[in-house]
């Protein structure tokens, strides 16, 4: 099967079932979760022939927790206040997505740095949303990052999780232009937006690519 065939067997404009396996996803959530909610209703609408196992959240005030809930998505707090070490957390993510029969492991606003630990679990399986047209403005306040540096197009990428932050293989990007009024607030919000819309696609083209054994 083609990479094009493949891919569009995962995600279609219509309401055709899918001959694909379904993909089960484990996402990882720290705030309010609007890309965790894209992917649901993605999901919902038959556009993405995938099933969300679990939600793994790190904050116990995290919004994304009540999404999880009004679409009957089961989901795991695992503070990380509460482990000695990042590795030691990533055991127990591992652990919760493997018992949940997690394939892909997708991060949606994921503020922690993941370590070996689980990036061995699921090699090449593991995809992370960022808001800059990588690899320009890794890290932190990447939007803050755009608007400093001055440039006059912004973005979002989705990308595989490497060890190196923000450095994995770029599945897919969307452009959007920095206006000359623009805040940090605004700015954050049109990309947003385009995350919300490239993130259910960049998930099937990239489970095209990868065998599951």
């Known amino acids: 099967m083609s990479t094009d065939s493949a891919m569009s067997s995962l995600i279609s404009p219509d309401t055709s079932v899918s001959p694909h396996p379904t993909l089960k996803l484990g996402v990882m959530a720290s705030g309010s979760g609007s890309n965790f909610e894209a992917i649901a209703q993605a999901i919902a609408d038959r556009q993405l022939n995938a099933q969300i196992q679990v939600l793994i959240y790190n904050n116990p005030g995290a919004k994304v927790a009540a999404r999880a809930d009004r679409w009957s998505v089961p989901s795991v707090l695992l503070d990380h206040r509460n482990f000695s070490s990042r590795e030691a957390l990533d055991e127990a993510i591992v652990s919760t997505l493997q018992q949940r029969g997690v394939e ?30 990588l690899p320009s403005f890794k890290g932190n ?51 947003h937006a385009q995350e919300h819309c490239i993130y259910p696609r960049a998930i099937a083209l990239a489970a095209s690519q990868v065998s599951i054994d």
């Open 104 to 133: 892909w492991v997708i991060m949606a606003g994921w503020m922690r740095i993941v370590t070996p630990v689980l990036i061995a679990a699921f090699r090449d399986r593991i995809l992370n949303i960022h808001p800059s047209l």
């Open 141 to 191: 306040r990447a939007v803050e990052q755009a608007l400093k540096a001055g440039v006059k197009i912004a973005g979002c990428t989705v990308h595989r999780v490497v060890t190196e932050v923000d450095s994995g293989e770029i599945i897919m990007q969307a452009a959007v232009p920095v206006l000359p009024d623009d805040t940090p607030e605004r700015l954050q919000n049109r990309i």
